[in-house]
């Protein structure tokens, strides 16, 4: 549970002086003109410096008082303070804009990656009252300058402690935001079943397989299908470890039937780690293993059947050169449930969003 | 003000090196974006930090483009978008306003129908395009560019250390790969090979 002192409501009220007066002010918020028929927009930009040519425009717009910034050192505007917060949380692979927009910044993805939120200073922040920031769920593959979060101040005005403070939180968890470039992986294919091996039904599964990796950059580069036969299986796999394959995919056998030997290939064939079963519908025997930092996974047969299973939240996080385990697989269990749409909008949806 | 298109072109092509068609093109493409984002001057004191200008192609009319605005890479005012378009977008900081101007394909088969008594297609061209209308010669269209923060002219504000080879990365261009923050060598490879001798 985290725990955060609550910083005291600001409260800062901008001062009020004549137009007359007004001339080397700044403004504290924006000025809108309505000139009916022909023009509705911001004339003056909150934090715009008063010049004595902008009085005779200040007055046609009706203007005898303006609201003006009198900040001493210990205040920040919130302008200011955003985009300070917006430099501190952004990490490799972010982006923001250099305006901050009624008050906030936008992030957005500097190249194609694997979107990664520290999830437990983000809620820290969020507990500082005079800050905010929301971003789209941890682990989205996302392309280049898409939008992935936004920051902002939420007073006017903030206290120098107060920005010192999220800012703190926001350095000591860096990165907070950042974008993991994929790695454009080789991956090789082992189909498993007798049925397709002996030809009495057509393999679907390299199309599966060759699309869902293509989309993040990497590649398909060779596939091969064997019989439900463990140690063929397994002499397979080593093969593929050691001629220095990327990513080794196997497909099939992963339930409890006799003939589903691939698993039990996968765990034979000289591999240093292995997690099975994962809390997430469709995609519950799902097999990860790892022989150094080479992943060999084991692809269940809902996936022939699924347009989506666990296949593809794993697959981005091991493009992106991470290795999950079998607590990641625990966690997938929070919006693990795919409702099987009939059109399916994944990844717009709840599914694998933890 | 600005000074006038004979003198512009003089200067340009002063500083490219030679007069070309390329020339004219950078020349008339610069001094019509400068007029639709609202700048008489760009180069002067006063003006120099409103403008960006990207070009999409790294041919004779990006030196015009330059020496008509003012704009440098080394400013961080000239961005290179490596399209091989034959267009410039040119951005007021001020007021946000943009516009890309393409030079058309069309405007080359127009050389021959505003200068038919130029045989040679070189000086043709180069004749031509002085005089052809701007809207037959570009394509303008009023855009949006958002400027990320690390791509503005100033101070540097981000750096960065390469977590193999330990260079510092400005400007956050640096990548995140396998859980390492990485210079774009180190992540991708470089364009060059260590010169072995012998």
């Known amino acids: ?354 | 003000m600005m000074q006038d298109f004979e003198t512009l072109l003089k200067g340009s092509a002063e500083a490219h090196g030679h007069l070309c068609p390329g020339q004219v093109i950078g020349v008339r493409m610069a001094m019509l974006g400068c007029e639709l984002i609202g700048l008489d001057d760009p180069s002067s004191p006063s003006q120099i930090k409103r403008i960006i200008v990207y070009v999409e192609i790294d041919r004779c009319a990006t030196d015009a483009i330059s020496h008509v605005t003012g704009v440098k890479l080394g400013r961080r005012s000239l961005k290179f978008v490596d399209n091989g378009i034959m267009a410039a977008t040119f951005v007021n900081l001020e007021t946000s306003r943009a516009f890309r101007i393409h030079s058309t394909e069309e405007s080359r088969d127009l050389a021959a129908e505003y200068a038919p008594h130029i045989k040679d297609k070189h000086l043709q061209q180069l004749e031509a395009y002085k005089i052809i209308p701007l809207e037959a010669l570009f394509v303008v269209e009023e855009v949006k560019v958002d400027i990320p923060i690390s791509d503005m002219p100033g101070p540097t504000q981000f750096k960065a250390v390469c977590g193999k080879c330990k260079t510092v990365v400005r400007d956050k261009k640096e990548i995140y790969k396998t859980g390492q923050i990485l210079c774009r060598p180190c992540a991708f490879g470089t364009y060059y090979e260590p010169y072995v001798k012998g």
């Open chain 1, 1 to 354: 549970m985290l725990h955060y002192k609550r910083s005291p409501l600001p409260d800062y009220t901008p001062k009020k002086i004549k137009i007359e007066d007004a001339v080397g002010s700044t403004l504290a918020h924006d000025i809108t003109e309505i000139r009916p028929g022909e023009y509705k927009g911001t004339s003056f930009r909150k934090g715009h410096k008063v010049d004595r040519k902008d009085l005779c425009h200040l007055m046609r717009l009706g203007k005898r008082h303006l609201y003006v910034l009198d900040l001493d050192k210990e205040q920040i505007h919130e302008d200011n303070a955003a985009l300070q917060m917006a430099t501190a949380l952004a990490g490799p692979g972010i982006t923001f804009d250099r305006h901050p927009r009624e008050g906030k910044v936008q992030f957005n993805a500097a190249y194609d990656g694997l979107f990664k939120v520290n999830v437990k200073p983000l809620i820290e922040l969020n507990l500082i009252q005079e800050f905010m920031c929301a971003s789209i769920h941890n682990n989205t593959p996302v392309k280049k300058g898409q939008s992935l979060a936004g920051t902002r101040a939420i007073p006017l005005v903030i206290h120098r402690d107060t920005l010192n403070n999220a800012l703190g939180v926001a350095r000591t968890h860096y990165p907070v935001l950042s974008v993991k470039v994929f790695n454009p992986l080789k991956a090789k294919l082992i189909i498993t079943g007798n049925e397709v091996y002996g030809g009495l039904i057509e393999d679907k599964f390299e199309a599966v397989v060759t699309e869902k990796v293509g989309v993040f950059g990497a590649s398909l580069v060779e596939t091969i299908i064997l019989p439900d036969e463990k140690k063929m299986i397994a002499e397979r796999i080593r093969s593929f470890l050691d001629d220095g394959t990327d990513l080794v995919i196997t497909t099939g056998g992963m339930s409890v039937d006799p003939d589903d030997v691939t698993k039990l290939g996968i765990r034979e064939a000289g591999i240093d780690q292995i997690y099975y079963g994962a809390g997430v519908l469709p995609g519950a025997m799902f097999l990860l293993a790892y022989k150094g930092n080479v992943p060999v996974v084991g692809i269940p047969a809902c996936a022939l059947y699924h347009k989506t299973t666990i296949f593809d939240l794993i697959l981005p996080r091991l493009l992106a050169g991470e290795k999950p385990d079998n607590k990641d697989f625990a966690r997938l269990a929070h919006g693990g449930l795919c409702l099987d749409c009939p059109t399916c909008s994944f990844p717009a949806c709840s599914f694998g969003k933890t």
